[in-house]
């Protein structure tokens, strides 16, 4: 997985996002990091480069080109790994795939998905 140097706007975003979020006592649980979207049927499918972070509220995806994604984790169901997402293969990479109650599915490549499970696994458990 190619991850490069094109986070200039969302960088400053960020930091915006986790200093608002210590004074408001949302607390991350995973990110921020880089990451692409996958898609979804019901968050967006245009698919895109970005950074992800998980907080005890919500996951957050912001697109280099602006778009957000904003589920919040009331919804996270669960997570799973997948080699296929929404009938796409992309070079032998694992999607990191994030269930929600609607029913809908994201998918993200990260590039520690055992991480990004763990971490929505400790949210489902309070």
């Not at 499918?45 to 602006?66: A, W």
Request: hydrophobic residues 35%.
């Amino acid at each position: 997985m190619i991850f490069g140097r094109w986070m200039g706007p969302s960088d400053k975003y960020f930091a915006r996002f986790q200093a608002d979020a210590a004074t408001t006592g949302e607390r991350i649980v995973a990110g921020p990091e880089k990451a692409i979207y996958r898609g979804s049927t019901t968050y967006g499918s245009v698919k895109g480069n970005g950074r992800i972070v998980l907080t005890d509220q919500r996951l957050l995806f912001r697109k280099i080109t602006g778009g957000i994604i904003d589920v919040p984790t009331s919804k996270v169901v669960g997570s799973r790994q997948s080699k296929s997402f929404r009938r796409s293969r992309v070079g032998g990479q694992t999607h990191f795939v994030v269930i929600t109650d609607h029913p809908d599915e994201l998918g993200f490549f990260v590039r520690d998905r055992d991480l990004w499970e763990r971490a929505c696994k400790s949210l489902q458990q309070k």
